[in-house]
């Protein structure tokens, strides 16, 4: 167990719709990471948040956006689904605030878009 | 950007003999290194990692070597274990002082340890 938790572990829902995947990181971790992991892309980073702000971006699509909250927690939304979204989603945590060192991932989240 | 390559795509070795997984990378400026291991409907696990300023680390069973020269980096898992069994992804970032990045993971290595 990495202490890292995403809800929900499986979701499914239909094409053009809105879903929010949620992520806990480790206690005293401020870095949250995304990352999609597919047959066809393989592990994608998306975005990564920082304390609450945005630190980098990855292969992040413009129907995708994430924040991260005060208590740390990080919330990744993907709008206008397609059926090329479905893939499982990770995200990681880090204490590192110098680079992306030391990333502990969850145990994911599998999105099914139909 | 960055683009990291792995080999062999599965990989299957007798129960106690050493297993190799090899990675090259195409940034030079890349300078971390971490290996994960991921099982069957979990997420991956970091089980190694290394920086540029260092050539070799080991844990136990499980090393990692870097070429910064020939920009590859390898995986070596001794006296291989059942429980050894999973995909190995290697992955490269760079990290500009202050700044951070996302990691670039190769496609993945399916290590099978016969009995």
């Known amino acids: 167990d990495s202490g890292v938790t995403q809800t929900p572990k499986h979701l499914i829902t239909a094409t053009g719709q809105r879903v929010t995947l949620r992520c806990s990181p480790r206690?005293?971790?401020?870095?949250v990471y995304w990352y999609q992991q597919s047959l066809d892309q393989g592990l994608q980073f998306l975005i990564q948040?920082?304390?609450?702000?945005?630190?980098a971006k990855g292969n992040i699509l413009e129907r995708f956006s994430a924040q991260q909250f005060p208590d740390l927690h990080s919330e990744l939304n993907l709008s206008s689904l397609e059926l090329g979204d479905s893939a499982l989603y990770f995200c990681?945590?880090?204490?590192?605030?110098?680079?992306?060192?030391?990333?502990?991932f969850g145990p994911g989240t599998r999105l099914t878009v139909t | 950007g960055e683009n990291v390559e792995q080999h062999p795509s599965t990989l299957s070795v007798q129960e106690g003999d050493s297993a190799v997984i090899k990675c090259t990378y195409s940034?030079?400026?890349?300078?971390?290194f971490p290996w994960y291991k991921q099982e069957l409907g979990k997420g991956p696990q970091l089980i190694i990692d290394?920086?540029?300023?260092?050539g070799e680390k080991k844990d136990q069973r499980i090393a990692v070597t870097l070429n910064k020269t020939a920009k590859h980096f390898s995986l070596h898992i001794t006296e291989t274990q059942p429980e050894d069994s999973a995909v190995y992804f290697c992955?490269?970032?760079?990290?500009?002082?202050?700044?951070?990045?996302?990691?670039?993971f190769g496609k993945g290595t399916h290590l099978i340890i016969q009995p």
């Open positions: 990681a945590s880090s204490v590192s605030s110098a680079g992306p060192y030391e990333q502990y």
């Open positions: 206690s005293g971790d401020l870095s």
């Open positions: 948040y920082y304390n609450g702000e945005e630190r």
């Open positions: 940034d030079s400026a890349s300078n971390y």
């Open positions: 290394i920086r540029s300023n260092v």
């Open positions: 992955a490269a970032s760079i990290t500009q002082g202050g700044g951070a990045d996302g990691l670039t």
